[in-house]
Nanobody, 124 residues
Framework: QLQLVEFGGGLVQPGGSLRLSCAASGFTWDYYAIGWFRQAPGKERERVSCINTSGSITDYVDSVKGRFTISRDNAKNTVYLQMNSLKPEDTAIYYC?????????????????WGQGTQVTVSS
């Protein structure tokens, strides 16, 4: 039984930083790419970043490039999203998800496994 669990959300002031973690269990971790998504109230879910199985390929939505960094530690079955220079528009529920294989997929509908989400609020 595959499980993904996110940690690290919270309330932070604009310009601050948070690190989200996505811990996996129940499957062969290093066979899968992992994506981070977010959904703000009244908005569609968007893919923020993704990392392939080895960690050699990453991508980011334009709005977070240069501020967010995705990484993975396969020995710990964990993917991280380091978020710096946070802005109020980054406020959302953040989810990690795994597609059916090792490639990063663009559409959320290509992701079969999801965590429960963690709230990130950027506010003064």
């Amino acid at each position: 039984q595959l499980q993904l669990v996110e940690f690290g959300g919270g309330l932070v002031q604009p310009g601050g930083s948070l690190r989200l973690s996505c811990a996996a269990s129940g499957f062969t971790w290093d066979y899968y790419a992992i994506g981070w998504f977010r959904q703000a109230p009244g908005k569609e879910r968007e893919r923020v970043s993704c990392i392939n199985t080895s960690g050699s390929i990453t991508d980011y939505v334009d709005s977070v490039k240069g501020r967010f960094t995705i990484s993975r530690d396969n020995a710990k079955n964990t993917v991280y999203l380091q978020m710096n220079s946070l802005k109020p528009e980054d406020t959302a529920i953040y989810y990690c998800a795994a597609p059916g294989g090792g490639l990063c997929m663009r559409s959320q509908y290509e992701y079969a496994y999801w965590g429960q989400g963690t709230q990130v609020t950027v506010s003064s």
